[in-house]
């Protein structure tokens, strides 16, 4: 008798590890696939560049700036309307999704002189 109870615990253990474990794969395949269906790059602001100045991404992508300075940054288009970060401060980060294909220059407010763009392709 207690051999029995000892192998129907074991086989329901064999049963609910291999549930968890199909269901974890799962996640992980979803994941993958919401990852390339809105793949997202980054840009680095630190001592006063944005790194890389400029990327090619493809049309609806996300670009996401990621403030590492030590002072406050933006990232605005240079066209003034297409996207703006804000102040960014210390830390802080924006992510904008390119919906349109061209080359979309753009600055820092504060600090004119820093300068990137990001190529948008179909
Ligand atoms: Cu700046």
Redesign the pocket.
């Known amino acids: 008798m207690r051999r029995i109870i000892l192998l129907m615990t074991l086989a329901a253990v064999v049963v609910v590890g291999t549930l968890l474990a199909v269901s974890v794969a799962g996640a992980q395949k979803h994941r993958t696939a919401q990852a390339q269906k809105h793949p997202t790059r980054t840009v680095v602001?630190k001592h006063?560049h944005f790194k890389p100045a400029k990327i090619t991404i493809k049309r609806g992508m996300k670009v996401r700036w990621i403030n590492k300075?030590s002072?406050?940054?933006?990232a605005t288009a240079n066209n003034g309307k297409s996207f703006d970060s804000g102040h960014l401060k210390p830390g802080e980060r924006y992510t904008h999704t390119f919906r349109s294909v061209g080359t979309k220059k753009y600055h820092?407010?504060?600090?004119p002189f820093?300068r990137g763009s990001v190529v948008v392709k179909r």
Do not use: A
């Open positions: 602001i006063f300075d002072m406050t940054h933006t820092c407010e504060i600090h820093m």
